[in-house]
């Protein structure tokens, strides 16, 4: 391999926030980020919302993870559009 044209690969640390399931995998991913792994070794820290801990298609449970409001938002903004329209296009038949 020629010098400076490949990234680091290295091993790292993943973290699920949603339900703190870590696992360690070697990744060429950029972190600033560091943590003790079981083998008390420090390795580069990645954060993950989801993974196949978390993921509704991997533990076939549906889970709403709304964070700040974003759907309300969406209907607040969008909601009385979808109205509207829904009412034009009835009035027109």
Known sequence: MKDGIHPNYREVVFVDLSNDFKFITRSTVQTKETVKWTDGKEYPLYKL???SESHPFFTGKQKLVDTAG???KFRQKFG???GKSAEKSASKA
Do not use: F, G, I, M
């Open 49 to 51: 919302d989801t993974s």
């Open 80 to 82: 009385a559009k979808t």
């Open 70 to 72: 974003r759907v309300e």
